[in-house]
């Protein structure tokens, strides 16, 4: 392992040698993913929204402002040192956490039964939750990344902070409640953890721990009911079809009568009939589904998979273990996302209010997701600069 | 920092292994069951709508409709819609009467479903389907309740095709009527069983009834691309509807118009009638050319739904029961009518044509005496002058002498029975065929039937003959005691065709019923070839273009037991009764030089009530085309009612006058039509030349 981390070093550095321009040291791959993701969702929130007027072009208007400003949050992103970044993370963590505030007083307004977003007039919110888990990242990367003298595994003291700062910003998350956010960062949490050197008898108590606290929000009813019937449903979608069951049969539907070629961009019936609740957002991934067939979804899960998988490589190459977890935060972030929404879609997963990263319509989500996409790029290009 | 990057590499294979279940469930949900997907998104995405096929015209024999299609805005309530609201759909109903102009309590009764023991107004139709209450609204009150859709929830105006009848009430018992279809009669049906195009209709009673798989079509079935809220995005698939066959009929609607008119006189001018029918015949081929019957109703009212007021007015004895047809439901003592089937049976029973018979004034019969008419003596004469005056007596004795020889109270072996026989070969006693349901056989009581009877009310005969009839004596000790005499009599013999009913048999009177459709296809054949026919009134079925499905025949059911001799003799007695005979005060004026009726009364004695008046003719005499009977119940003596009913029948068709002058008249060849109307591929009637056989006078 270590031989192929230093032979990967060896061909940058010869790389490094030819271009010294920051531009040729970009994930090519990376950002040719992402590219191609970005361009399918703009196809699909198109499809799914332009039936809501005649002759319209639905949201895509909306959206491709969101993916430029998405694009530009990710290449000043880039651009950021993240040993500078490290320094200012107090205070990324500190806003995220003011907009996590703001959401739950009076400033917020509820969607969907979630109190999650702040509306900022002329049809633009933000959801703060989404910078949440950017900012839990970072905050959790920074308290791990100081291991005790001449040891892989973090501080007791580190540990303890970072199950408080994120048991703080879950708690406040799970207040609006964004049950699929609070996940998200669980996850998030969990991963940091365990890439930071927590040693084994640790990750299993926690792991129990966490157990115990499901069960007890499963018998103590923290849960909303319509938490509890989204999982009844996902057991078994035939207990209520026309109430939660609905989305799962009506999702499973419109991709299992894609095929295997689709039924080509504008041709899904069910897309049309608008079947498919939050289909721009949550359940974009079955119009992919319907319109691109199995070759199409595949190549979404692909493109992902390309995403998650050249984090992880960004992550191993990097000499700095800031930025090692960090990258690391995202990929956990992102997959987990990616598992769950693609997951609901097809029935193995419980239908829960994630977007596809890239894909899904929804500006905070996409800011959030190409923050963090800028993140491994500046991650990357500054992997062999000596610490 | 290995452990780190050990770490990483756990993920990373965790990573892969996670987008490969991703990869692999697409797969098993895509293409391996992707089917199964695709049959239940199509199931989800599309609705199957029927379009309804539009029912096809029913003419008349020139090709004008009697019944034919108008479109009319129709109110209709979906009840699974109103079941859903919290107060299941109170509120609604209310600002439907508001805006309809009916009391909203009187709205629900009619959406309410009918049942063993939910009776009219009731919704007959399916449970699922939207029912209509209310037919024809203004164009204004249907956009009230469809612009404020928020307020009329489950409540749908559109344009729908509803019947429509030109000649209102002419011939309705025998055109019928439509209601919704009950589901039974949807399971029936073949092809789309389970669909419902939410005004389904199927014919009841008459034409409707009996050509409604030919007058219905077939409906139509379109798929169209719904969206999560059931609006039409598009259609996917089509099957075009097939709109139903018109039917021809060999009616005329002037000649119909002059029976229910002469029909509606004699009631009027008879002041104990209570109904009346009349049969205008094609003589030589027993085609309906008008059937009516008295009191008649306006169809109008089964369109949108019959109030149970309404349905209760039509089947009441007060208003005369206007839903049923006297012309082949109602069995009346013929009277005299009768007579050629009792001159047909002395002639088969041996008297000779050109005999000479006594008509004395009374005959005794088993101990009873029977009277002719007004108790006259004729003395002697011919069978011909016993058919134009009517003579009682010479029946009675033959009748009397064939009971006799048949062996009387103790018949041996099988008795022949001539009378009765006879009267079945001219088709008396079973039903005619004829083309419209609910038809009577009417009654021959030979000794068979005597004994049937007999059987049947024996023990109540036996029980009254001892206690009487202690309710009626109240009213009428005169008949209380006549009812208890006759219940004697009945429990004692009535199993045995007594000499007096043998009597009674051979005028028309005592058990024999007929209706007045069997007597005009009796007298048809009769004074034509000596066929007896099943009567139709469909003529022809055709395509909306005009091309030709099938021709309905006539089909010849019997053959009178007469030779042409016979017939002619007969014929030419009947052709003096309106000159000449018991008709003749009724056809004063009438100008017979210019068409010669015959005919031959029939005053029919029903106990309790006044005189059944009978008329049965033909026209003209050398060579009938049309035979005509009037029936007035209660309507006094033959020469009272029916045979001015029937002159005026005679007046309208070949146009003339009450005091014989020439006017216009219903049919321009003075016959019936010849061919069923050409129908254009348009869907107009083609002028057609009259081919028929032109009557020279």
Redesign the interface.
């Known amino acids: 392992m270590v031989s192929r981390v230093t032979a990967a070093r060896g061909r940058f550095l010869t790389r490094r040698a030819v271009a010294s321009s920051a531009v040729h040291r970009v994930d090519g791959l990376l950002l040719v993913a992402v590219a191609a993701l970005l361009l399918i969702g703009t196809l699909l929130v198109w499809s799914s929204s332009r039936t809501w007027a005649p002759g319209a072009t639905g949201l895509v208007k909306k959206h491709l402002l969101n993916v430029g400003i998405g694009v530009a949050l990710a290449v000043a992103a880039a651009t950021v040192d993240h040993r500078v970044l490290r320094a200012y993370t107090p205070l990324v963590y500190g806003g995220a956490l003011l907009g996590l505030i703001l959401v739950i007083t009076p400033v917020g307004s509820e969607v969907n039964g979630a109190h999650s977003w702040i509306m900022l007039g002329g049809g633009f919110a933000l959801q703060p939750s989404e910078f949440a888990k950017l900012g839990l990242a970072l905050m959790l990367a920074m308290l791990l990344a100081q291991p005790a003298e001449g040891d892989d595994r973090p501080r007791g003291l580190a540990v303890m902070m970072a199950l408080a700062v994120a048991a703080l910003t879950m708690g406040l998350v799970m207040a609006q409640p964004d049950f699929g956010t609070t996940m998200v960062l669980a996850v998030i949490t969990a991963g940091v953890l365990i890439l930071g050197g927590l040693r084994k008898r640790w990750i299993i108590l926690l792991a129990l721990a966490v157990a115990a606290g499901g069960a007890a929000v499963w018998f103590m009813d923290v849960l909303k009911p319509y938490q509890v019937a989204r999982f009844t449903a996902f057991i078994d979608p035939a207990t209520d079809p026309r109430g939660v069951g609905y989305n799962s049969t009506q999702s499973l539907n419109a991709v299992g009568s894609g095929g295997l070629f689709g039924k080509g961009l504008f041709g899904g019936g069910q897309t049309m009939g608008r079947f498919v609740p939050e289909q721009h957002t949550d359940f974009v991934f079955t119009v992919a589904g319907e319109e691109f067939g199995f070759l199409g979804s595949v190549t979404v899960v692909v493109l992902l998979g390309v995403v998650l998988l050249r984090g992880l490589r960004i992550a191993r190459q990097c000499e700095d273990r800031f930025g090692m977890l960090v990258a690391g935060a995202i990929v956990c972030w992102l997959g987990f996302q990616t598992l769950i929404n693609v997951g609901m879609t097809i029935g193995i997963m419980p239908i829960t209010g994630l977007p596809l990263p890239f894909v899904s319509y929804g500006g905070t989500a996409t800011f959030a997701n190409m923050i963090a996409v800028g993140l491994l790029q500046a991650i990357h290009m500054r992997e062999r600069h000596p610490v | 920092?290995?452990?780190?990057?050990?770490?990483?590499?756990v993920?990373?294979a965790l990573?892969?292994v996670?987008?490969l279940?991703?990869?692999t469930?697409?797969?098993q949900?895509?293409?391996v069951?992707?089917a199964?997907?695709?049959a239940?998104?199509?199931q989800?995405?599309t609705r199957e709508v029927v379009v309804p096929a539009v029912r096809g015209q029913i003419l008349d024999s020139a090709g004008r409709p009697l019944v034919r299609n108008r479109t009319a805005l129709v109110v209709s309530v979906d009840r699974t819609a109103l079941g859903r609201m919290k107060d299941k759909g109170a509120g609604v109903m209310a600002r439907l009467g508001a805006v309809l102009g009916h009391d909203p309590a009187d709205l629900s009764l009619r959406i309410r479903p009918c049942g063993p023991s939910v009776s009219r107004p009731c919704w007959a139709g399916s449970p699922h389907q939207p029912v209509p209450i209310d037919v024809d609204v203004t164009t204004r009150q249907a956009l009230q309740i469809l612009e404020h859709q928020e307020d009329f929830p489950g409540v749908t105006a559109r344009e729908q095709a509803v019947r429509d009848h030109p000649g209102k009430s002419d011939a309705v018992q025998a055109l019928g009527y439509l209601q919704p279809v009950t589901q039974e009669e949807l399971d029936r049906r073949e092809g789309f069983k389970a669909e419902f195009s939410g005004i389904d209709v199927a014919g009841r009673d008459g034409l409707e009834s009996v050509y409604d798989r030919e007058l219905r079509g077939t409906p139509g079935r379109k798929r169209v691309?719904?969206?999560?809220l059931g609006r039409v995005?598009g259609t996917e698939h089509e099957v075009p509807s097939v709109p139903g066959h018109t039917l021809i009929t060999s009616i005329d609607a002037k000649v119909q118009a002059v029976t229910e008119r002469a029909l509606a006189e004699a009631m009027k001018k008879a002041p104990h009638a209570d109904g009346a029918a009349g049969v205008v015949l094609d003589a030589r081929t027993s085609r309906i050319v008008a059937i009516a019957s008295a009191p008649t109703y306006d169809p109008a009212i089964w369109t949108g739904g019959i109030t149970e007021a309404g349905y209760r007015r039509l089947l009441s004895d007060k208003s005369g029961k206007p839903l049923v047809s006297r012309a082949i439901k109602g069995e009346f003592a013929p009277g005299s009518t009768f007579k050629m089937s009792s001159v047909t049976a002395m002639l088969r029973a041996g008297y000779p044509l050109y005999g000479s018979y006594n008509c004395p004034g009374s005959f005794k019969v088993g101990g009873r005496v029977f009277n002719n008419f007004r108790g006259q003596a004729l003395g002697v004469m011919s069978l011909h002058k016993a058919l134009v005056k009517s003579c009682d007596t010479i029946f009675y004795r033959a009748a009397f002498q064939q009971w006799v020889r048949d062996g009387g109270m103790k018949p041996k072996g099988k008795p022949k029975e001539i009378m009765a026989n006879t009267a079945r070969a001219f088709g008396f006693g079973r039903r005619t065929g004829v083309d419209l349901p609910g038809e009577s056989p009417g009654r021959i009581p030979d000794r068979a039937w005597k004994k049937e009877v007999w059987a049947a009310t024996k023990e109540d005969n036996c029980r009254r003959a001892k206690v009487g009839y202690p309710e009626v004596a109240k009213k009428s000790k005169e008949r209380a005691d006549f009812l208890k005499a006759l219940a004697r009599d009945n429990c004692l013999e009535g199993n045995r065709l007594r000499p007096g009913d043998a009597a009674n048999f051979s005028i028309g009177q005592g058990d024999v019923l007929v209706t007045p459709l069997q007597l005009a296809t009796a007298y048809a054949a009769l004074v034509t070839d000596g066929r007896l026919r099943s009567p139709r009134v469909g003529w022809m079925l055709v395509r909306p273009d005009g091309t030709k499905v099938k021709e309905i025949k006539a089909p010849v059911r019997g053959k009178l037991p007469l030779s042409a001799e016979e017939r002619a003799y007969i014929k030419g007695a009947l052709s003096q009764v309106a000159s000449d005979g018991t008709a003749a005060g009724a056809f004063i004026g009438f100008p017979m030089k210019k068409v010669r009726i015959g005919g031959k009364t029939g005053t029919a004695e029903v106990y309790g009530k006044a005189d059944t008046s009978w008329f049965a003719s033909f026209a003209p005499v050398h060579d009938p085309r049309f035979v005509v009977v009037v029936m007035v119940s209660q309507g006094g003596m033959g020469s009272e009612s029916a045979a001015p009913a029937v002159r005026k029948i005679y007046e309208g068709i070949y146009g003339f006058t009450p005091e014989g002058a020439p006017a216009p008249r219903a049919l321009k060849a003075r016959a019936p039509a010849a061919k069923p109307p050409v129908i254009k591929p348009d869907g107009t009637v083609a002028h057609q030349v009259s081919t028929g056989g032109r009557t020279s006078w």
């Not at chain 2, 920092?1 to 590499?9: A, F, P």
């Open positions: 920092m290995s452990l780190i990057r050990g770490r990483l590499r993920l990373q990573t892969l996670l987008l279940l991703l990869g469930r697409l797969w949900v895509q293409v069951d992707g199964k997907y695709v239940a998104a199509t989800t995405r691309q719904v969206d999560r995005l």
